[in-house]
């Protein structure tokens, strides 16, 4: 197996902002914090221009299927997470654990579904529409989410100004690409390649810049290797518990196997572009920003190579 190219990208990004953070911090020359703010707004501006409302529209009907990948990304995850909410005793600990129900109550993420989808020989418009709609929900599910436990971490989380910002940045051109999809809709997915590659780009200039002030205020101190081990092990068995429960529900449900596949792929996603720009909202102001990309980044590394083995698996079947 191939290392992924972004997941490559992502490391050489982070080990730049290692050595050489300077240009992350608020005492920069360069204005990243406005580029990545207005990068923001052109991605999910994108992602409205992308969204085909006819389309999302027949999707409804499989709504058993719908309901399946919904539950498994904005209740089951974040359930297991918060299942050890209680043994959590240190400020450290706690920190450990909102970072990974940080990543727990992000949405799926849409490209690496439906490519995996379709590599997998599953049911890709059922895909699409799930991934989509995630995206949307997370919008406002994933903030709401977070915002009950931000209290006791330094993290400065004000809930007007947060979804001020999410108006501002995400939903504002959201609904502004929604709008003009009718006229430039077939520009955007002519032009997809490119645009995901901008999508890209935004994605790792916010892990530098939040990485750079992270390893500036040498936050990652105090994350032990036992620690880094657990978060990864803690990871892995997210995944895989996700991924059997929900064949186990859609076996369950005489799924077909091609919505099975599209089940299991897309309930088990975390967003990376949702997870980098939702940290920038909810704790762009706190050096412990970068500490809270760490489990989603890992988890799509992971996700990506493990779903990627299965798909190559089932869609050699005949």
């Known amino acids: 197996m191939k290392l992924d190219k972004f997941v490559l990208a992502i490391i050489c990004t982070i080990i730049i902002a290692y050595f050489i953070p300077q240009f ?3 005492t920069s020359v360069i204005p990243l914090e406005i580029i990545s703010s207005v990068g923001i707004s052109f991605i999910f501006f994108f992602y409205g221009l992308k969204l085909n409302g006819e389309k999302l529209k027949d999707g409804l009907k499989n709504w058993k299927l719908h309901l399946l990948i ?24 706690h920190l450990l654990w909102l970072a990974i129900f940080f990543m727990a109550a992000l ?12 590599m997998a020989k ?9 991934a989509s709609i995630s995206g ?18 330094s993290a400065n989380f004000d809930y007007s100004s947060v979804y001020l910002k999410l108006i501002i940045e995400i939903i504002l051109p959201v609904v502004l690409g929604i709008f003009l999809q009718r006229f430039f809709g077939k520009y955007a ?9 901008f999508d890209k780009s935004v994605i790792l200039l916010i892990i530098y810049k939040s990485f750079a002030k992270s ?5 990652f101190s105090t994350v032990s290797l036992f620690d880094f081990i657990l978060l990864f092990s803690i990871v892995i068995v997210l995944f895989f518990i996700i991924y059997y429960f929900i ?32 940290s920038k909202v909810l704790f762009g102001t706190s050096a412990v920003s970068g500490f809270f990309l760490l489990p989603i980044m890992l988890f799509h590394a992971i996700q990506i190579l493990i779903i990627s083995i299965i798909a190559r698996k089932l869609g050699a079947r005949n």
């Open 122 to 130: 599953g049911n890709i418009p059922s895909a699409i529409f799930n």
């Open 247 to 278: 064949g186990f529900i859609a076996n369950k449900l005489n799924f077909s196997l091609e919505d099975k596949i599209t089940a299991q792929f897309c309930g088990t996603k975390k967003s990376l572009v949702h997870g980098t720009v939702f």
């Open 215 to 219: 390893f500036h205020q040498k936050i």
């Open 24 to 26: 992350g911090l608020e």
């Open 107 to 118: 949405p799926s993420t849409v490209s690496s579904s439906v490519v995996m989808v379709s």
């Open 136 to 153: 949307i929900i997370g919008i406002a599910l994933t903030p709401l989410f977070v915002g009950f436990f931000t209290n006791n971490t």
């Open 189 to 197: 997915n002519k032009y997809s390649t490119q645009l995901s590659l």
């Open 70 to 93: 919904q539950l498994s990304t904005f209740l089951l995850f974040p359930l297991l997470v918060l299942i050890f909410y209680p043994f959590i005793q240190s400020k450290e600990a």
